[in-house]
């Protein structure tokens, strides 16, 4: 698990930086809040909105 967070695929750019913002909160819960809410939000703008599940869509509106 530490292994993604000191070696990220900056290949998938939305997914190593939704990555990083789960420690920087300090709560297992804001972070997992502000990843529900960045993910989506990256990957639309990267281009790759379809890949995204339509929940993660419902889950970032609330």
């Known amino acids: 698990m530490i292994k993604n967070i000191v070696k ?3 290949s998938i750019i939305s997914e190593a930086l ?3 913002l789960t420690p ?3 709560n297992i ?3 997992i ?4 809410i960045s ?4 990957k639309l703008l ?3 909105g379809k890949k995204v599940f339509l ?8």
């Open 39 to 42: 993910y989506p939000i990256l």
């Open 8 to 10: 990220p695929d900056f």
């Open 18 to 20: 939704s990555g990083y």
């Open 33 to 36: 809040a502000s990843d529900i």
């Open 55 to 62: 929940l993660m869509y419902i889950l970032f509106k609330f």
């Open 29 to 31: 819960a804001d972070g």
């Open 46 to 48: 990267t281009g790759e």
């Open 24 to 26: 920087i909160t300090y």
